[in-house]
């Protein structure tokens, strides 16, 4: 099968810039086109503007920012005739039939023979966007629908057409899934696809339901947030995020484009409000502000919200909705029964999003699990619409929809009392909407700790982490406990995993869980009530057996592979550091930050991350330059913001790999743990050569400099202090060598100090109370 | 005694270390190109140099090895010019000049080049491997104190008001900018070429559209409560110098554009603590030697490693501020550490003879706690 080596994108505002950026994160170089700049030197002015604004952008669109490397910058009028070398040209121009058509005649002249153009259209048909075109042109075109930003939404709608080839649709379904790690969900051809489709009318409906009932935008947002797992910018900071002068141009598209009787058209009004914000310059975070604003002229940042009747702004709310926290997380029914001015709120606009979404079936799409999907990745919903109603009830939904007299899709009527997804015999179902269920398969390379949860009993279970047979004699150690902090449950399950390896068949063992976050690190919670109970002896125990039972995992017969995806800090940054291997998810985010409650990583991060430094071939000669680099990365508690960037820390090795694609992880991981099962021989200890005070004194004196100059804290100064001590090899001098266990020893001496110092208890408190560290 | 002479001056641009147009072209590179040019400007025949002393502060990486052994080669001269790297920190190039002198005046030669190189982008300040020896850093610390806080403690002993420190620097940014306009450093400067291919003709640090207002509004960089500024301390800078010294007979000989005599030099240990005041002490020993009095200068090149330590030492000394860096400082140009010396001795000589003055002063501080000046004087 041909592969995609060389793309286009033409259209270098936010949606195009952003694509290309995904695509050079993934090793692929890219044209990126936009009009040429007239009276302008460069004739590429306008794309490559658009490059440095990547390069600029935050949250980042580049992986690293050296990826810019691949983008090239170009024209439409000098250099369509480049288009020839690319295997695929996606357009992300203004949404105009007759502009785009136009180009695509361009494109057509000059692409090469066979390659798939796509539209990143959000709101036109892929039918519209053909007509009249030439057959040749019409065989190889695709919509590919991102989400924004490009590099962070998951989600990618694919709409085909029955005149293209399955191996063209293939071709990019497997790029896009593989390459830049896209949840692909096929789509039909019809407006707004699937997630903003349902999104738009959730939206809508949220807005113009707030106006009617008179309920303030920050109840709003939280009763629609958190009990429907729904992110906790609910509705109102959403749509300051995306920006309130692109919902009219939205609103008004679906209106065109959808069928008379579609129920869209019964919420569709612009309400005066918003255009009155819009017209005085609040089109949300990117302008003056929009809902939500900071007080203008005010030097502190105080939080205010628009009341929506009155168009005035005044502080913000914390709500404290009653039944938002009695539902807590999972029980969204509880929320709906309610009779509360939230809950008749909330049951207006969840009522009518998942009846608006459940009517989408068939026609929209005969597919349930790729509603949810696309709900799951282009909104960042936890659960899709069909899997709110299972936990709401389906029956009891239906029944209340009954009640007012509204009609209930057939779908609904077709589940009936049933759920849309079940456990059966070993397998997960989803309810297909001809009225079976139908098993739900992974796709190939994609393995879901799902999946072998539904045809399994864990091997091991404590109530912290967990241990799967993988099959092919590979064991999977999960961890469930809250955020998947690391705690004597955890460490006792790695030696239990273990011990379980070297005593029977299995061979390999991958640490991987389905978390948002890989793991925030060690529990320091445990850490402050032994503190306040001043069991310091029991901090001195829980650093040595974290150390032990790393160390017995690191020189294990038999091989260890860390998969993260998400967070990966502290403690888990230090088991990535002791695995043979680790197979990161392009979107993980690892660093030793200890420092930052005033401890050092002392489960062997300081010794592995010196001994990695030290004896890399890149890092300049002598003593001190790797020594210098491992002091800046922990005592500045530095935090790598992807994969890729934890690779330049050397956190994760040139030979560790990097998935593009969420649920390809720990297929790959395993993959990576079979392929060193066999031969396996584990680590040798080394022994490093370390300067000793001479280098200490260096480095305190640099933190020193910091202090004075109000750029270190008091308490930073004595964190560096023990850091340096460990980091230089203590009382070593340049003509000896420092072995792991003497490096291990000075990090428990370090942290027994370190634990016990009034301002490192007091970080350690900061932060557990406010998340936040404390600079004290 | 024979009369000793500067009979050449030529530096690279000076550009900001990381950002600038000389971050890619290592230093020695860089260095030879000055030297090569400067032999091309003046003419002076290879094999009858006998050597070339190069000041470097942090001589090692890319400008280690005896760099300026390797600067002979790199330059074309001929394997007979020796090559000795000296190390006085931010002295050192005007230490090679010195030490020149001191060869000159001993029979050892009649002619040397003496060159400055720093690139503070490849070379980190303090080095690759900073090792401090424990029990000094202990006893006495003030033996590794920062620069910027020794810039801080002059303002404070001496009373320097942050007011003052960034007139004084935008005073040198517009001296320098004005300087630059009139093409003045067009004779100076040897267009470098950088591994892409480019080449570098022009400095890179001078901020024309500086004000006083944009520095006021600046942070301290050194302390929480200080009044020294990154605006008001010379930036980290890439450049390399080169001054050819010799007799005057040689300069006759070869037909070389003599800019001026060196009448006296001297060195002079302070306090660490405040090593910016370190030129009080040396200019006096300098001037004493020469036997003249320091109303006697016409033209001082006094090195601003930061406003508050130059202010310090004009006060101290009671110079003439219309006599100072008339073509701007360090906080303007640039303080590429190793290269420095020779550029304000350099400068100093040229300045004499354009300003038709009969005697100047090059004078610069040292970390550690030292000074070192030259005196020169006007040649019929």
Known sequence: ?????????????????????????????????????????????????????????????????????????????????????????????????????????????????????????????????????????????????????????????????????????????????????????????????????????????????????????????????????????GVFALLDMVGLDLMPHVLSSMSESLPPEDPFHGIYQEPELIKTLIADGYTGRKGKGGFYRLRPDSPDKIKEAIDLNTGDYAKAERPSVDIVKKAGRKNPRKVLEDDSSAGRYAWSVMSKTLTYAASLVPDVSDNIEAVDEAMKLGYNWKYGPFELLDQIGVEWFCAKLRSEKTDVPLVLKSVGKGKFYRKSKGFREVFGHEGQYLKRYPNAGVLKLDDIKARSKPVMRNPSASLWDLDDDVLCLEFHSKMNSLNLWTLSMMDRAREKIETSEYKALVVYNDGTNF?????????????????????????????ETYKALKFAPFPIVSAPSGLALGGACELLLHSDAVQAHAETYTGLVEVGVGIIPGWGGCKEMMCRWSLASDTPRGP??????????????????????????????????????????????????LELVSGYRPPTAVEITLPGESGKVALDLAVEGFRKSGKATPHDVVVSAALSTILSGGNTDMTGKVSEDKLLQLEREAFHTLCRHPDTVERVHHMLKTGQPLRN | MVDIVIAGYARSPFHFANKGALAKVRPDDLVAQVIKGLVHKTGIEGKAIEAVFMGCAFPEGEQGLNVARLAVFLADLPQSVGGATINH???????????????????????YICAGIESMTRVPMMGFNPLLNPSLAKEYPAAYISMGETAENVADKYAISRKDQDQFSLNSHLKAAEAQGKGNFKDEIIPVKTPAGDMVDQDGCIRENSTIEGLAELSPAFKEEGNVTAGSSSPLTDGATAVIVCTSDFAKTQGLDVLAKIRSIAVAGCAPEIMGIGPVAATNKAIA??????????????????????????????????????DGGAIAIGHPLGATGARITGKAAQLLKREKGKFALATQCIGGGQGIATILEAVE
């Open chain 2, 289 to 326: 030697r020469a036997g003249i009095s320091l109303s006697d200068l016409d033209v001082i090149e006094l090195n601003e490693a930061f406003a508050s330590q130059a202010l310090a030492c004009m006060a101290d000394l009671k110079l003439d501020e219309s006599k100072i860096n008339l």
């Open chain 1, 519 to 547: 793991s925030v690190g060690a529990n320091i919670g445990l850490m402050s009530v032994a503190a306040r109970l001043w069991a310091y002896p029991f901090i001195d125990y829980m650093v040595r057996r974290g150390q």
């Open chain 2, 89 to 111: 920190f931010c002295g050192s190039s005007m230490q090679a000049i010195h030490m020149a002198a001191g060869a000159i005046s001993m029979g050892a030669g009649d002619a």
């Open chain 1, 624 to 673: 001190m330059p790797a020594v210098s680099k491992v002091f800046e990365l922990i005592g500045l508690a530095e935090v790598a913001k992807s994969a890729e960037e934890a690779r330049d820390m050397k956190i994760i090795r040139a030979e560790d790999g990097i998935t593009m694609n969420r649920d390809r992880v720990l297929a790959d991981a395993k993959e990576r743990a």
């Open chain 1, 1 to 233: 099968m041909k592969g995609i080596d060389k793309v286009a994108v033409i259209g270098a505002g936010v949606m195009g810039a952003g694509i290309a950026a995904q695509i050079a994160n993934a090793g692929v170089s890219v044209l990126l086109f936009d009009r040429p700049s007239e009276g302008k030197e460069d004739r590429n002015q306008i794309a490559k503007d658009a490059i440095g604004k990547l390069i600029k952008s935050n949250p980042a669109a580049l992986m690293n920012k050296r990826n810019a490397k691949r983008i090239i910058s170009a024209n439409t009028e000098d250099d369509l005739r480049l288009l020839a070398d690319c295997d695929w040209v996606i357009e992300a121009i203004i949404e105009d039939v007759g502009i785009k058509q136009t180009l695509y005649k361009k494109i057509d002249k000059f692409r090469k023979k066979g390659a798939v153009v796509s539209s990143n259209t959000s709101t036109l048909c892929r039918e519209q966007l053909v007509a009249g075109l030439p057959e040749n042109f019409r065989r190889d075109f695709l919509i590919t629908h991102f989400f924004n930003p490009p590099r962070y939404m998951r989600l990618l709608e694919l709409v085909s057409g029955s005149e293209v080839s399955d191996e063209q649709c293939k071709l990019i379904e497997r790029f896009c899934d593989r390459s830049l790690g896209k949840g692909v969900v096929h789509c039909k051809d019809t407006p707004g696809f699937l997630a903003n489709r349902i999104g738009i009318f959730w939206l809508q409906c949220a807005v113009v339901e707030a106006i009617k009932q008179n309920v303030s935008i920050e109840v709003a947002d939280a009763v629609i947030g958190r009990p429907f797992g729904i992110p906790k910018t």
